[in-house]
Structure formats: structure tokens, C-alpha cells
């Protein structure tokens, strides 16, 4: 039998169907590859316990011939997505503990349609990062390397572990979270598809909150049609959360027709930055005469308020973030220092479990919200916000989707940029924009740097229209023949 | 706006983040240096903009005023660093 573990989803799922192999076979499968795989460091909890009995279960729902539309596929779960018993830590110290007493609705939909769950998956803490570097439980290694290099990369971040597992043929696909690009820019330098669906469309209850005017989950795989068959399963309306469509969802895998003839694809002319490497800039300009020579149209489109998204970003973030983390306090759940009085313990026990770059953003969001600054920053923040919105609607009066690079760089080594917080935000200038004015945007693997890192291409598209993102992306997948694989080092070390 | 020593502490107290005291002036350094760069969004005509609530066209929406959920306090308390009885215990903060 082929190795269960390089399968894409779409077709472990058909091999389910034709009882090829069972659930509890796949899941095995899987497992082995995770234990193999912990110098990687993609995951916070393992829970094989737990996706076997998952696994059993799904085969007997096989054998009743009532299958759902994950049956038995095994998942990486981002340690950001409440799940009932198991310890949530979004990575951070202050959650010590924490065993959540009920499940996220975008996972308790995945159990519904038969998937099985093989553990955790690492990432920043809270969610702050796009290196995997601050998780309290240690970075994420890429499973990727630089051609006859042995030096360590981060694998993206916010959802590191959940790039690295799925780039390393750990689980079939991941959860993730974006809330500046965090699926996306891991997704794009990991080698793998990673869709940030539009800001409502998958329910964010039972997700641990960063920003919640950003931040939405999406799915994360090794193709295009193993993240429209998991977004359709994760997405949904959801009476728990407010701010979720109350709208159809379609069947995105009848979206993957391929066929751009006359799609009209807008290339933003701002975000030809200086200093971005040439290999990114000859990458796009690919892209797109891969899409004209296959009947599209290339328009040239501004979105002039582009160079500011990423400072009104660190204004806009921080804040929500600090409003959001305000419940860690040693008093319900998680991490408690004692105190001289009730002030003390909560001082102590917040410096204690936030991490040094959860610190500076809550002090940061807490500044901009103080008296006297919240109009300088915050209202002028979101006055901006409004302008990179329109940026996009005037654009997508011309266009049906945007084609762009998906990070300025390839994969760096550990602790390259983790002493300069700014250098480290600017991995997120390609894909945060997106996130500020709430669209679908989607990141495929499309080509790889001298040094033999992958390298990724966005495109966006209007709001609650993923249809079009996937079908512009499964062209790109198909005409990019993206096939690279990391070589499987970490098996040695393990 | 620059954010000195008192500031930092300030902020800090009002986020209930206890910071050393030699850790005050390199924060209030990384503060500033941040500050410093979103600064830049003053260069931006905001004049006649109104400041963005919702990302995607929505009326909020409401249902009846009613008990939906609930009675498994247990469930509740199960990670609380301390409990009593049911209630959270905190130290004393009523002399």
C-alpha cells in the first residue's frame, strides 16, 4: 500500500468511501508520522488516544454506509480552538491548564462530519507572530530547508504548527486562525493552500479572541481541493456568534473548474514595495501570464492607501487585543500567582503567564485606548481602515479578483527577526490589508526561491465570494505544478 | 507623544501587568519605537471619513430575551485556580 500519510484529504476521503483502507488504518498512519515528527515541535498536545476511539468510530459509521463528508480524516486542531476536555493553550503560559468545558463551533462541525482529531497544533502566543517564535511552548521548526543547509527555519507564524504539520504529512489538513495574515503567510512559505475566508463566513465562537474585527478561521492543506472540501465543512451560520452570515454556504469543491477565461484579475500596483527580493516580483509577474495566456484579463488597479495597513493594523490589533485578554486573570481558569491583595495578584499573574510580545501589545492597545489618545490612534486608525476598504471596493468595481504575492520572503532561520518587532510585522504587509477590510483571501504554493524555499501567491476576492478565489487558485495550483516536498530530516533526529 | 518611565507605569498599571522596574525604560524605549512608526498615518486626509464599525454589511442580530442555556456550574468551576462552594475565590478585597 502507497504511504497513507502522503495523500491528499480529497483522496484519503475517496479511499475511505472505496473502504480501501479504514479510518483507524489512516489515523494509525498519521500517528506514526506525528511521533516521528516532534523535533519539528508542531504540536503542543498529542491526543492518540483520542483519535483512535475517533477513528473506530468513524469506521463503524462506514460500515453502516452513513459516512459524513470527513469520514475518518485525520486533523491537526490550532491549540487556539476551544475543545471540550482537552487542554486549549493558545500557546500561552497564562491558560496553564486550561480544559475548556465546551467545543468551538468550527471544530464541533468537523466532528460532526466524521473527522478525527490527532492533537494540538503550536503557534504564537495568542495568535501574535508570523514566526511561530513566542509560543511559550517553544518555536515550531520548518519542516523546510535551505538547499545543502541544515540551518533551522520558522515555518510562518501565526499558525506555525499548523503549516508544519500539514507541510510535513502529519495530519491531512489543519485549522488555522488570520487575523494579519496568519494563515496565509505560514501557508506560503510552508509550501501549502490556506484560505482566510471573509469576516463572517465560519463562526469564531469557541476561538480564543485576539482581534475580533479580524480575526477569522480557515483551513489549511497540501491542495486547493482539500481546503474548499474543509471550508465548506467548517463554515456555516452560528446563532453563537454575532458577527457570523446568516447565508448559504456553497459547495466550493464544484468551484475548481479551473477555468479563468475572461475572469478579470487586478494586479495592485502598490504592492510592488522596494526591497521586495527579485524572485518574488518575477513570481507574481508569472502568475500573471499564467492567467492571461489561459484567457484572462490583467488589469493594472491601485489600492492607494496600501503602505498604511500595517500601522493602522498595530493600532487596530493591539487595541482589540488588550480589551480581549483582559479576561486572563487568574480568578476562572487558568494561571493564578498569589498576591499581596486581589491588584497584586492580578499583576503578578498576567506578568507571569503574557509572554514579552503579548505585553508590549496589550501596553500598546491599552495606550491607544487611554484618555486623551483614543482619537489620535484608535479613531484615526479606523478612519483609515475605512479608506483601505474602499481601496478594494473601487477596485472591485474593475475586477473580480486581486493577484498579489502572499509574503516578501521566503522561510527565515530562528531568531533572525525576533529581536525587532518591527522588521518581524512586516512579514504581514501583503496579507493584512485583507483582513482590515474583511475579504476572502487565499495563498497557493506556486514556485521556489534559488535557495529552494517555497515561495506563495494570493489572490483576493470580494466579500463572501470564496468561489472565485478557489477556482483563480486551482488554476494557479494546477499551472504552477507545484511539487516540491521537504526532504524528511526530522525522522533522523527524532 | 512620547512615552516616558511614568507613562509605562501608567499603562501598566491600568493593563494589571506588573513590570520590574529594570524592564520600565527598554519597554517604554520598544513603546516608542512603535508609536514612532504608526505616526506615520498622520500623513493620511482622514478629514470627512467616518471611522470603520463592521467590516461586512450587517445588522446585528437579536433574539428574544430569554434563558437559552446554562445550570452546569460544576462544568464552570472545573478550572478555577480556587473555588468555594461554587463561587470563585479571590483574595480578600472587602476589609
Not at chain 1, 497544533?121 to 521548526?141: Q, R, W
Not at chain 1, 480575526?215 to 456555516?236: E, F, H, N, S
Not at chain 1, 493564578?336 to 499583576?347: K, L, V
Not at chain 1, 470580494?462 to 494557479?476: G, I, M, Q, W, Y
Amino acid at each position: 500500500m502507497t504511504d497513507l500519510t502522503s495523500l491528499s484529504l480529497a483522496e484519503a476521503r475517496d479511499g475511505i468511501r472505496a473502504r480501501a483502507f479504514s479510518a483507524v488504518e489512516l489515523t494509525q498512519a498519521h500517528l506514526r508520522s506525528m511521533e516521528a515528527a516532534r523535533a519539528l515541535n508542531a504540536f503542543i498536545t498529542e491526543t492518540p488516544q483520542h483519535a483512535l476511539a475517533m477513528a473506530r468510530e468513524a469506521d463503524g459509521r462506514v460500515a453502516e454506509g452513513n459516512l459524513g463528508a470527513l469520514e475518518g480524516l485525520p486533523l491537526g486542531i490550532k491549540d487556539l480552538f476551544c475543545t471540550r476536555g482537552v487542554l486549549t493553550t493558545a500557546a500561552s503560559h497564562i491558560l496553564h491548564g486550561f480544559k475548556p468545558p465546551y467545543e468551538s463551533t468550527v471544530t464541533a462541525n468537523l466532528w460532526r462530519a466524521g473527522a478525527v482529531m490527532l492533537g494540538k497544533l503550536n503557534l504564537d502566543e495568542f495568535a501574535m507572530g508570523s514566526s511561530n517564535e513566542t509560543s511559550y511552548y517553544g518555536p515550531v521548526l520548518s519542516p523546510w530547508r535551505r538547499r545543502g543547509s541544515n540551518v533551522d527555519l520558522v515555518p510562518g507564524g501565526s499558525s506555525g504548527g499548523s503549516a508544519a504539520a500539514v507541510a510535513a504529512e502529519l495530519c491531512l489538513g489543519a485549522t488555522g486562525t488570520d487575523t494579519g495574515g496568519s494563515i496565509r503567510q505560514p501557508a506560503a512559505v510552508a509550501g501549502i493552500c490556506g484560505i482566510k475566508p471573509t469576516y463572517g463566513r465560519v463562526s469564531r465562537w469557541g476561538i480564543v479572541a485576539f482581534a475580533s474585527s479580524l480575526d477569522q478561521a480557515g483551513p489549511m492543506a497540501r491542495t486547493v481541493k482539500d481546503c474548499a472540501i474543509l471550508l465548506k465543512a467548517m463554515a456555516g451560520h452560528d446563532p453563537k456568534d454575532s458577527t457570523c452570515a446568516n447565508i448559504g454556504v456553497p459547495d466550493y469543491e464544484k468551484a475548481l473548474t479551473r477555468d479563468v477565461r475572461g475572469l478579470r484579475v487586478g494586479i495592485p500596483r502598490e504592492y510592488r514595495i522596494d526591497g521586495t527580493p527579485v524572485e518574488i516580483d518575477a513570481l507574481w509577474a508569472r502568475g500573471a501570464q499564467w492567467l492571461r495566456d489561459a484567457g484572462a484579463e490583467i488589469i493594472e488597479v491601485s489600492l492607494p492607501h496600501t503602505q498604511y495597513a500595517l500601522a493602522a493594523y498595530y493600532i487596530v490589533a493591539p487595541a482589540e487585543a488588550s480589551s480581549n485578554l483582559a479576561r486572563y486573570d487568574g480568578v476562572r481558569f487558568g494561571l493564578r500567582e498569589a498576591g499581596s491583595d486581589i491588584t497584586d495578584m492580578y499583576e503578578k499573574t498576567r506578568a507571569a503567564g503574557f509572554g514579552r510580545e503579548v505585553q508590549r501589545r496589550i501596553l500598546i492597545g491599552t495606550y491607544v485606548l487611554s484618555a486623551g489618545y483614543y482619537d489620535a490612534y484608535y479613531l484615526k486608525a479606523q478612519r483609515v481602515r475605512s479608506l483601505i476598504k474602499r481601496d478594494f471596493e473601487q477596485a472591485f468595481e474593475k475586477v473580480d479578483v486581486l493577484l498579489t504575492p502572499t509574503a516578501p520572503g521566503p522561510a527565515f532561520g530562528i531568531g533572525e527577526k525576533s529581536d525587532d518587532p518591527i522588521s518581524m510585522y512586516l512579514n504581514d504587509v501583503f496579507t493584512v490589508t485583507v483582513n482590515l477590510a474583511g475579504l476572502p483571501g487565499m495563498s497557493v504554493p506556486a514556485g521556489l526561491s534559488a535557495e529552494g524555499l517555497p515561495l506563495g501567491l494570493q489572490v483576493i476576492g470580494r466579500p463572501f465570494d470564496e468561489e472565485t478565489v478557489l477556482r483563480t487558485c486551482s488554476f494557479l495550483e494546477e499551472a504552477a505544478a507545484f511539487k516540491a516536498k521537504p526532504e524528511a530530516w526530522w525522522r533522523a533526529v527524532a | 507623544m512620547s512615552v516616558d518611565k511614568d507613562t509605562v507605569m501608567r499603562v501598566a498599571r491600568l493593563a494589571r501587568i506588573a513590570i520590574p522596574e529594570d524592564r520600565v525604560l527598554p519597554m517604554a524605549e520598544e513603546l516608542n519605537r512603535i508609536l514612532a512608526w504608526v505616526e506615520q498615518l498622520n500623513s493620511v486626509d482622514t478629514s470627512g471619513v467616518e471611522p470603520l464599525t463592521s467590516v461586512v454589511k450587517m445588522d446585528l442580530k437579536r433574539r428574544a430575551d430569554k434563558v437559552t442555556d446554562g445550570g452546569y456550574a460544576g462544568d464552570l468551576m472545573a478550572n478555577a485556580p480556587l473555588s468555594e462552594d461554587n463561587f470563585f475565590a479571590v483574595p480578600k478585597v472587602v476589609e
